[in-house]
């Protein structure tokens, strides 16, 4: 009887005094999936994110990118894998809350996957092509006028704020731009700096490098306020179009059947990544806002309110798959 109460308070004594478990939540590999090509805003973040990942956790991280279907290839293939954390998703809104108003991905948006990390926003930006005669938006959007149905602007996927920003100011300005959709922002920027499509809306994070080169030209930006890197550059609000105001939150998803626990350590571990200065500094210098911290159901009511914005959006104007 006295064995058995020492091995009983020696044991007590042993999960006291041992060390307290890993903050982070992998305990092998992780893979983190991207619904974008290689270049683009979101494959941006996920590199960002899984270098200091791989760090905290002390695990592999491996970011593969399965761009394609509005980003429905990349949400099918992380609800079909355990949902165990080990596989996640690093998205942009657009994602989740506009491309699905248009195109059905065969997935529901808002139960079958859960923010567990909202880290930085990307706004909109409207740039040109450096061959375009416009100088600023008010030339460009009189140039447009002056051409019904000759000019053509881009977005990096049908269904996303990029082409929304295009279809509310047509609306707004009576112009007539021809969308042209590309699977991602690489491929459409690579056509605007070539001058086969003269305009585009694009994420500031993949855009801004190639203003600073001028590769493209920034002719307008679709925030509530000028940004302060282009303070010379008007917003849509002041050109008149105060509905073309567009900006993506960037971060990381898992799949609903995720068990709340295991939702809540990945959250903290993601946070605590987030909050690095190092992270914060690199997604700054990218082009990203880093956002202040969120808990999950914070992100999930803002999941689900630029989700029903869209939704409006979408009915208001009109839009369709083209």
Known sequence: MKRLIRIAVLAALAAVLAPAPAFAFADKPIKLIVPAPPGGTIDVMARIVSDQLSRDTGQPVVVENKPGAGGAIAIKYLLSQPADGQVLMVTASNVLTEVPHVLKGGFDPLADVKPVSLMARSSLLFICSPRFPARNAKEAIAYVKSHPGEVSVASYSAGTASQYAGAILNKAAGLDMQHVPYPGSAP???????????LMFDGAVTSKPLIAAGKVRLLAVATPARMPEFPGVPTFAELGYPDVNFGNWTGVIASSKTPAALTEKIHQTLEKVAA?????ERLANAGFEPMPPRSLAQAESELRQEYER?????KTFAIKLD
């Open 310 to 314: 869209n939704a409006g959006i979408v």
């Open 276 to 280: 690095n200065p190092a992270v914060r």
């Open 188 to 198: 459409a920027l690579a056509q605007v700096m070539g001058g086969q499509v003269p």
